[in-house]
């Protein structure tokens, strides 16, 4: 499976934007576990949310609750993440990652065997 993320830019501190992910290959995008994770330079990726195939979420930092919003759209093969009231610790690469149906998804980076490249947010104060 192929992941290619977009929607990234730079934005000033309380404004929204909202990222996508859109899977290609052999693959079902239904029976994809999705997630977002993001990572800064010299630190370790940190997860963000995820949503199963049966579209139940979570999120995994108590920083983005409230704020990110993953929602998926399976006849687009195409995963989202709305970001409002950005503050600038949110500036990082974002990734997409997925995993199988038949393998639970988690807050872990290590549980993801396919990733995107990745798209860069920043946010200004």
């Known amino acids: 499976v192929q992941l290619v993320e977009s929607g990234g830019g730079l934005v000033q501190s309380g404004g929204s934007l909202r990222l996508s992910c859109t899977a290609s290959?052999?693959?079902?995008?239904?029976?994809?576990?999705m997630a977002w994770f993001r990572q800064t330079p010299g630190k370790e990726r940190e997860a963000v949310t995820y949503?199963?195939?049966?579209?139940?979420?979570?999120i995994c930092a108590a920083s983005m609750r409230g704020r990110f919003t993953i929602s998926r759209d399976n006849a687009q093969n195409t995963l989202y993440l709305q970001m409002d009231n950005l503050k600038p610790e949110d500036t990082a690469t974002y990734y997409c990652?997925?995993?199988?149906?038949?393998?639970?998804?988690?807050?872990?980076?290590?549980?993801?065997?396919?990733w995107g490249q990745g798209t860069q947010v920043t946010v200004s104060s």
């Open positions: 990652a997925t995993t199988s149906r038949y393998r639970p998804p988690t807050c872990s980076s290590g549980d993801y065997p396919y």
């Open positions: 290959g052999d693959v079902t995008f239904g029976h994809l576990h």
């Open positions: 949503i199963t195939t049966r579209g139940a979420k979570t």
